[in-house]
């Protein structure tokens, strides 16, 4: 059996620590995420979703515990091995998009590629260009992405989040601010990058009809998990 892509053993996240302000946030979270599995994350506001997608997108370190990313432990991680293996094996969707509104739809898309190894190659085109096919917007690489509907710039931002072909896609309610029905589709889009890049896909959504789309849904209570839909084993 390969690795999980993602194992959390007792994971604790405390903010403020030893000031009046001290919150327990992550309360012992344990959890494995097999390759290709789609899941959702559920669970009421402030329960500690973002902060799970945080420290497991290595943006923010656990107070406690110990997170594998494809079976490497990262709590010894110096900052620079941190930033490589985030590189490596994590793709990001949010909320909101943060795309750069003057530049094209391809070099947004390219982007990620382009902070690591600077002019990006042909190959790496592309790549980009079979991406933006892929989220439905072929024909669209040469505009600006500030002229596209919100929708649209979700699913720019989502080609943007595989160009590094990650293992591990991690999403913040990406269907926030979206229509029901481009939220739907940009759900459906998660499924097809699921099926066919074979990337373990980690959600968070307040939508129940969303989580209730994929085969695994894990509940966040006040910081500990309280109900999960499929373990892996
Ligand atoms: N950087 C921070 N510093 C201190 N406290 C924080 C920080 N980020 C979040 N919190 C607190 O941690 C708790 C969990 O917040 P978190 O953002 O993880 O919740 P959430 O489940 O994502 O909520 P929502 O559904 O509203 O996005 C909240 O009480 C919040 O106030
Ligand atoms: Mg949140």
Redesign the pocket.
């Known amino acids: 059996m390969s690795d999980p892509v993602l194992r959390l053993e007792g994971l604790r996240k405390v903010?403020?620590p030893g000031t009046p302000?001290e919150?327990e946030?992550l309360r012992g979270i344990n959890l494995s995420l097999a390759r290709g599995e789609l899941t959702a994350l559920i669970?009421?506001?402030?329960?500690?979703?973002?902060?799970?997608?945080?420290v497991i997108g290595l943006l923010?370190s656990p107070s406690a515990g110990e997170l594998y990313l494809m079976g490497r432990p990262t709590r010894d991680l110096n900052d620079e091995a941190r930033t490589r293996l985030r590189n490596e094996a994590i793709g990001f969707v949010f909320q909101f998009h943060h795309l750069i509104s003057a530049f094209s739809v391809l070099d947004n898309v390219l982007m990620p590629l382009m902070i690591r190894h600077g002019k990006p190659s042909t190959a790496d085109v592309r790549l980009a260009e079979q991406l933006l096919a892929q989220v439905g917007l072929e024909g669209y690489a040469g505009k600006r992405a500030g002229q596209l509907s919100g929708g649209q710039q979700q699913r720019v931002a989502i080609a943007r989040a595989l160009i590094t072909r990650p293992p591990l896609l991690l999403a913040?309610?990406p269907t926030g601010n979206l229509d029901t029905r481009t939220a739907e589709q940009v759900f459906e889009l998660f499924r097809e990058i699921n099926r066919e890049f074979g990337c373990a896909v980690l959600v968070?959504t307040?939508d129940p009809r969303l989580s209730a789309n994929c085969r695994r849904s894990i509940e966040?209570v006040d910081?500990h998990i309280v109900r999960d839909t499929g373990t892996t084993p």
Do not use: A, I, R
Request: charged share 15%.
């Open positions: 903010y403020n302000q919150q946030v669970g009421p506001s402030g329960s500690g979703k973002s902060t799970l997608l945080n923010d913040d309610e968070v307040h966040l910081g």
